[in-house]
């Protein structure tokens, strides 16, 4: 397994600079850092370059994450929508390309977060969310890129809450490189079991995201990881686990996240950085076993 964080961890904005970031975690023990993936949008060619060869020069590897906005997606029931949702996942795969990213995760398949004040329709959501996937998982195979849709919890989406759902999903897509992506934090809320979403999961399992309940760093609360990491060995899991802790107030993304406390033990910098390497040191042991 290769161990990651999402560089969110220290911002409060979705759009902030990842460039900074990728010889921090290089430095605190990670193989991975994930990345906001409509943020490669807005570099310049040189910036991308730039980007690319810190990743390169410090060892580091670069997965994407998404939540795409409701104004450009591949399910919405608008086609207008639908074919805006097209052009920008066009253009992200694009330039996540360019960053040697081999793997992007979250909502792809729908919205994010779902607005609930309007009406639902789950089938509707569902059949154009597969058809949007199928659509575009070989124009994300060819620049060598899979596709990871994420089982999220029924607070932020209504699509796909269980793997049990992921697998269905992706089985209907039906393409090598659109895979099953779960969650600790999701999974807490909607499964029943930890090992048994994951082995349901399987061989369909292509990323893998950590954090507590309340998403502080895996190791700081009480989700079962002796358990998860045992399934994730027995299913042969090789992939990437990133830890997605949020746990500081304020921006855009303290508001989506609702982070309405600090839940740092009002960490500064250094601290942060230490819980980060700590909290690795503890998913290196507990989830891979060595
Ligand atoms: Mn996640």
Same mark, same amino acid.
């Given at each position: ?9 220290? @911002?409060?904005?979705?759009?902030? #600079? ?5 010889? =921090? ?10 990345i906001a993936? %409509? ?10 370059? @730039?980007?690319? *060869? ?19 997606? +591949? ?6 929508? *639908? ?8 253009k992200t ?6 960053? #040697?990213? $081999? ?5 792809? %398949? ?10 639902? #329709?789950?089938?509707? #959501?569902?059949?154009?969310?597969? @058809? ?15 596709l990871c849709?994420?089982? +999220? ?32 934090? $999701? ?11 994951? *082995? ?6 292509? $990323?893998? $995201? !950590?954090?507590?309940?309340? =998403? ?6 009480? +989700?079962?990881? %002796?358990?998860?990491?045992?399934? +994730? =060995?027995?299913?042969?899991? !090789? ?44 998913? =290196? ?6």
């Amino acid at each position: 397994m290769k161990f990651g964080i999402y560089y969110s961890y220290w @911002e409060q904005e979705w759009s902030a #600079d990842c460039l900074p970031y990728i010889e =921090r975690v290089a430095k605190l023990g990670f193989d991975v850092i994930e990345i906001a993936a %409509h943020h490669a949008n807005n570099f310049s060619q040189a910036q991308l370059d @730039e980007i690319a *060869r810190a990743a390169k020069d410090n060892g580091i590897a670069m997965t994407a994450g998404l939540g795409p906005s409701a104004d450009c997606y +591949l399910a919405a029931p608008d086609p207008a929508i *639908r074919k805006a949702g097209r052009a920008f996942f066009e253009k992200t795969l694009t330039n996540i390309a360019k960053l #040697d990213v $081999h793997s992007i995760g979250g909502a792809l %398949h729908s919205y994010w977060p779902v607005d609930y004040n309007k009406p639902i #329709d789950k089938q509707g #959501d569902w059949e154009r969310g597969v @058809e949007g996937i199928a659509s575009l998982a070989d124009f994300a195979n060819d620049l060598g890129i899979n596709l990871c849709i994420e089982v +999220l919890n029924r607070f932020e989406n209504h699509v796909i809450n269980t793997a049990e759902e992921g697998v269905a999903f992706v089985t209907e897509v039906g393409k090598p490189n659109v895979k099953v992506m779960l969650d600790t934090f $999701h999974m807490n809320i909607e499964e029943d079991s930890f090992s048994a979403a994951i *082995r349901t999961a399987g061989p369909l399992l292509g $990323h893998f $995201h !950590t954090g507590e309940a309340n =998403r502080r760093v895996p190791g700081r609360g009480r +989700l079962p990881w %002796h358990e998860i990491g045992t399934a +994730l =060995r027995e299913i042969g899991y !090789t992939g990437t686990v990133v830890m997605e802790p949020f746990v500081k107030m304020g921006g855009g993304i303290g508001k989506d996240i609702r982070v309405w406390r600090d839940l740092s033990d009002n960490a500064d910098q250094q601290k942060m950085d230490e819980d980060a390497r700590k909290s690795l040191e503890f998913s =290196r042991f507990v989830l891979e076993g060595c």
